[in-house]
């Protein structure tokens, strides 16, 4: 570009080349410095863990020095993309501080545990421990996912069908609401945990029992905010579409419901939440089976290992299942954004 | 299609309850009687709570007179259907549908997509919004939004359109601009047209026939045809005669209606 070059039609890209352009190159170069951190403190880690000799009897495998290689190795791709794209350096800038801490937070852990002994075995075992013992039982494991997952979205989906149908129902016709709003005023205010030792006494199969105590936790939120969706539709929505010749069952669903959407996707995500949490509940006091189950079982045999193994592994099951949740989310109410 | 779209509204009276008071009713209309001949473009002017937007929606068969009744084409109205289209102040597109979904969504209630689906193209053409087909509501601006709306009521090819002050919300360049569109959709379609408002400029300019009310009780208290040919001239003195003609009621009505009240 010359230097007269005018400012009309830029480029978003050439935007932020002008916003930039008084940046000195000294600053710049603390910037870059600053994105490079997380893989000094990774390199310091990875020589730490192997060349500080380890406390007592401490033992510990490669398969740390893997996890921790692969997150450097993919850090630095990412760091070394960051010089040819823009965007991709203000992603890393942005995350550098993040993974600095985080680089350094498993450093203090490996100190404080397998180094140096502060915090004692069984009950603080050292990441590298976590993965073997995750990588030992692995087959245990991945049958307990199974069966969690299972329970969760036979229970998650059976209250989602049944809190649609109410809560639609309620908000679109006064009568049904007559008969609904009790039972949400009821069996809102008790967690649905509480009806467990019930449950457990009564139903066919430990698995049925638990589904259907986590679809009555799912059922009270996505009622509740399919109920409101509904009712809060503004009246010329419903005006226009019947000028337009559209009948009642056209309304409902060309109108009411997308319209109530918004609404909905807030229920089902707390919905999930509810779910997530009944499960873990459900299977630590009955069903056995799954990762709740699998925690307690290794709890009391001492395993903590393995204990902590299921627990990250819990987590890591409920951050790609509401993720995905999301990722539906994002794709239905695309109309609300820009 | 422009033998049909007669509208008889015959001696109706509206009275709505109060939300706040158990004694007392509130009159929106009081024995208003008016004919509209196919094909008509007729504006109805007044202040606010003249009972004008009430009378649109009894028209419309959103509302249902307390005595008296609406008749189109000789038949009795009793509820909505698609031979009367309406258009809102506030566009209210379904803001979850592309531009053209809303635009036919009209033929789809009625299974008539596949029929009308290049007069819905004709139409989009026509308000010049044809490149914004697959944009979503919330990209459009407020212009563009009523000239959809306009064109979502008309695809279905109503005889009556009505129209609820559908420029209110918008600035003067887009309100003039709007205007001449309503005309060519108007002349394109020869629907009959009603058009509620209360800016007096604006029913000269569009209107055959502009009828004046007065509130509190809704009446109908004046009617003038204006003759003069489109596209009509805002600064010509005849305009600005029947203005003042059209002020000098509404005025007049206004004093009326505080006298009532001292």
Sequence with gaps: ?338 | MSEKGKIEIDNITKIFRREDEDIETLTALDEVSLNVEPGEFVSIVGASGCGKSTLLRIIAGLETPTIGEVRKDGDTITGTDETRGLVFQDHSLYPWISVWNNVTFGLKSLGKYKEKKEYAEKLLELVGLSQFKRSYPSQLSGGMSQRIALIRALVTEPDVLLLDEPLGALDAFTRMNIQDVLIDLWKETKSTMILITHDVDEAIYLSERVVVMTPRPGRIVDELKIEMSYPRERSHSQFVEYRNKILKKLDYAHEQSIGYYI
């Design chain 1, 1 to 338: 570009m010359s230097k007269e070059a005018n400012h009309i039609n830029l480029s978003s890209k050439e935007l932020n080349e002008l916003e930039r352009a008084d940046e000195s190159s000294a600053l710049r170069l603390i910037r870059r410095l600053i994105a490079a951190l997380p893989i000094f403190v990774a390199i310091i880690h990875l020589l730490e863990y192997n060349y500080y000799p380890n406390y007592r009897l401490n033992t510990c495998t490669n398969i740390y020095n893997y996890f921790i290689g692969f997150l450097l190795i993919a850090y630095t791709v990412f760091y070394f993309i960051s010089f040819i794209s823009r965007e991709i350096y203000d992603v890393v800038y942005h995350k550098a501080a993040f993974y600095t801490v985080l680089f350094f937070l498993l450093l203090a852990y490996d100190m404080a545990t397998l180094k140096t002994g502060r915090l004692a075995l069984p009950y603080f075992p050292w990441v590298d421990s976590i993965l073997n013992a995750m990588i030992d039982d692995r087959v245990k494991l991945l049958d307990c996912v199974r069966n969690s997952m299972l329970l969760l979205f036979n229970g998650y989906f059976k209250g989602v069908v049944t809190g649609l149908i109410c809560g639609i129902g309620a908000g679109w016709s006064k009568k049904i609401c007559y008969w609904i709003y009790p039972v949400t005023k009821v069996l809102g205010a008790v967690p649905s945990t509480t009806y467990m030792p019930i449950v457990v006494m009564v139903a066919a199969s430990l698995f049925q029992g638990a589904s259907f105590i986590i679809a009555l936790g799912v059922w009270f939120p996505v009622t509740m905010t399919a109920m409101t969706g509904v009712q809060s539709v503004r009246k010329q929505y419903y005006e226009a579409a019947r000028t337009l010749g559209t009948g009642k069952p056209g309304i409902l669903f060309r109108v009411a419901i997308p319209a109530a959407m918004p609404n909905i996707f807030a229920g089902l995500t707390q919905g999930m939440s509810v779910a997530c949490l009944t499960l873990v509940v459900a299977e630590m006091m009955g069903v056995e089976s799954g990762l709740g189950w699998y925690v307690n079982w290794q709890k009391s045999w001492a395993a903590f290992s393995k204990m902590y193994g299921a627990i990250i592994i819990i987590c890591i099951a409920f951050i790609l299942t509401n993720g995905l949740l999301n990722l539906i989310k994002k794709r239905v109410l695309r109309w609300q954004r820009d």
